[in-house]
């Protein structure tokens, strides 16, 4: 069974910076493409950033303004999304994925997702 739980999400002030995680198990993760998604209100879930097998290959959404970093670690089956210059566009709820290709990323499975909420 595939179980993928994010967590670090909270309420953070404007310019603040959070740390998200995503702690897979029921995969082979280091066999695993893997990237975060997000969705805020009232609109549509949108890709943040993919990272490769290795974890030395990324991408980006178009959206992503070099303040978005992903990272694995395949020793402890997670992956990471670091945000910096939180803003309040950033509110959303925030989804780890997996797929079985990289570009396009096409996700197969979902976490239950971790808000974020930047506040003034």
């Known amino acids: 069974q595939v179980r993928l739980v994010e967590s670090g999400g909270g309420s953070v002030q404007v310019g603040g910076s959070l740390r998200l995680s995503c702690v897979a198990s029921?995969?082979?993760?280091?066999?695993?493409?893997m990237g975060w998604f997000r969705q805020a209100p009232g609109k549509e879930r949108e890709f943040v950033a993919a990272?490769?097998?290795?974890?030395?290959?990324?991408y980006y959404g178009d959206f992503v303004e070099g303040r978005f970093t992903i990272s694995k670690d395949n020793a402890k089956n997670t992956v990471y999304l670091q945000i910096t210059s939180l803003k309040p566009e950033d509110t959303a709820v925030y989804y780890c994925?997996?797929?079985?290709?990289?570009?396009?990323?096409?996700?197969?499975?979902w976490g239950q997702g971790t808000q974020v909420t930047v506040s003034i």
């Open positions: 990272i490769t097998l290795s974890g030395i290959n990324t």
């Open positions: 994925a997996t797929s079985l290709a990289y570009r396009p990323f096409k996700p197969t499975y």
């Open positions: 029921g995969i082979t993760f280091s066999t695993s493409y």
